[in-house]
Nanobody, 115 residues
């Protein structure tokens, strides 16, 4: 059974930082492409950042230069370091794993940016 468990969300002031973590089980992590997506109230779920099994990264234009995605295959964990957070970054952040033709999602962690 595949499980993706996110943590690290919370309330932060504009300009602050958070680091999200996602621990995967039930997948061969080192063969999985991993990603973070987010969904704000009333909006669709959008890509934030991805990191392939070969460690290639991709970012949404809105987070380039502020967010960094990384993975630790020894811990089956993917991270999202978020700096200089803005109110528009407020959303539920979801971890995603892609392996072969399968797509897996975590339950999400809330990030709120407000003064």
């Amino acid at each position: 059974q595949v499980q993706l468990v996110e943590s690290g969300g919370g309330l932060v002031q504009p300009g602050g930082s958070l680091r999200l973590s996602c621990v995967a089980s039930g997948v061969i992590f080192r063969f999985s492409d991993m990603g973070w997506y987010r969904q704000a109230p009333g909006k669709q779920r959008d890509l934030v950042a991805t990191v392939t099994r070969r460690d290639n990264t991709n970012y949404a234009d809105s987070v380039k230069g502020r967010f960094t995605i990384s993975r630790d295959n020894t811990k089956n964990t993917v991270y999202l370091q978020m700096n200089n957070l803005k109110p528009d970054d407020t959303a539920v952040y979801y971890c995603n794993a892609k392996m072969l033709s399968a797509d897996y999602w975590g339950q999400g962690t809330q990030v709120s940016v407000s003064s």
